[in-house]
């Protein structure tokens, strides 16, 4: 099993990027995706979350209409566009994929917000 993050960077603030989580080993369709990420001296927090069917998506009320989740299931990946990035926003982002008591973590993907 792997997730693979990608796509982390410096930005400025009001910037954007996209992350991406490439999967592989699992049936990826299957499971739910989420991001999360955490901050230095602070716990992991969810983002966001999709259904294994894109159908639904949830997100952390710090991240309402600045950040979409959404995936590809031909192409085992998902991604977080994120827009409109603040300083707050500086974490790394971890990529999960949960089924049941299946739970997997990619190695994460540093995002740096400042100008």
């Known amino acids: 099993v792997q997730l693979v993050e990608s796509g982390g960077g410096l930005v400025q603030p009001g910037g954007s990027l996209r992350l991406s989580c490439a999967a592989s080993g699992f049936t990826f369709r299957s499971y739910s995706m989420m991001w999360y990420r955490q901050a230095p001296g602070k716990e992991r927090e969810l983002v966001a979350a999709i259904g294994s069917d894109g159908g639904s998506t949830n997100y952390a009320d710090s991240v309402k209409a600045r950040f979409t989740i959404f995936r590809d299931n031909a192409k085992n990946t998902v991604y977080l566009q994120m827009n409109s990035l603040k300083p707050e926003d500086t974490a790394v982002y971890y990529c999960?994929?949960?089924?049941?008591?299946?739970?997997?973590w990619g190695q994460g993907t540093q995002v740096t917000v400042s100008s």
């Open positions: 999960n994929a949960h089924l049941w008591a299946a739970n997997y």
